[in-house]
């Protein structure tokens, strides 16, 4: 198992120069790990939502967003670089790939603008309270399911499905995006914690 940090000491801000603009740094900044069929890796920064809404405002709000808002459980969609991931009967995840770092640290993102319109919804924009988690390879199910007690099978979790689960004792957001490629949300200040406990579960995967 190699798990390895390339970006400087964990935490550290690189020094700017004048009139350069700081950038936020994620927890997982520079850490990478693989192990026996399984690679592990952050995010890219990206825009994320928690949408908020029910009756007709939830197709006011897909229009708004450019796709149909998914209404069944475990289920998202995508147009562009844009997806919709149902967490519940009122709530979605929208994640936008689209956006720049100098956009995501300076603007509310053309996705929130477009939503100002549509009356009887809520937005909180998200994206620097979450981190998100690559895991990768033959063995990214199996690395998965040694915290996680869902079914994640592929019969019964198809690409594209998503959740709000537990990985041991942390609170994520799920999402299968490839036959052998999951993604992981999690709250910041749980992200050493599951990046610590994926790195063990791929040292030996249970596959």
């Known amino acids: 198992m190699v798990d390895t940090q390339t970006n400087g ?21 520079g850490r990478q790990a693989s192990g026996p069929g399984v690679r592990l890796g ?34 998202s969609a995508r147009q562009g670089g844009v997806s919709a991931l149902w967490l519940g009967p009122d709530e979605w995840l929208i994640v936008d790939e689209g956006e720049t770092a100098e956009s995501l640290a300076t603007s509310d993102g ?22 998100g988690i690559v895991v990768d390879g033959p063995a990214a199910e199996a690395v998965v399911a040694a915290g996680c007690p869902q079914d994640i099978r ?8 998503c959740s709000r689960t537990v990985l041991s004792k942390a609170e994520i957001v799920l999402w299968r995006t490839g036959e052998q490629r999951f ?3 999690c709250w910041r ?19």
């Open 9 to 29: 000491p964990k935490g550290a801000t690189p020094a700017h120069g004048a009139g350069e603009m700081p950038r936020r740094l994620s927890p997982l900044d």
């Open 42 to 75: 952050p995010v890219a920064l990206r825009r994320r939502l928690t949408l908020r809404a029910r009756g007709d405002a939830i197709a006011a709000a897909g229009t708004a967003l450019g796709l149909e808002l998914p209404t069944r459980p475990k289920t």
């Open 110 to 131: 053309p996705l929130a603008e477009a939503l100002v319109a549509v009356s009887g919804i809520a937005v909180v924009d998200i994206s620097h309270r979450n981190v």
């Open 154 to 161: 592929p019969v019964s979790f198809l690409v594209g499905a």
């Open 183 to 185: 993604e992981i949300e």
């Open 189 to 207: 200040s749980f992200a050493d914690y599951v990046w610590t406990f994926l790195v063990e579960a791929s040292r030996a995967p249970a596959v």
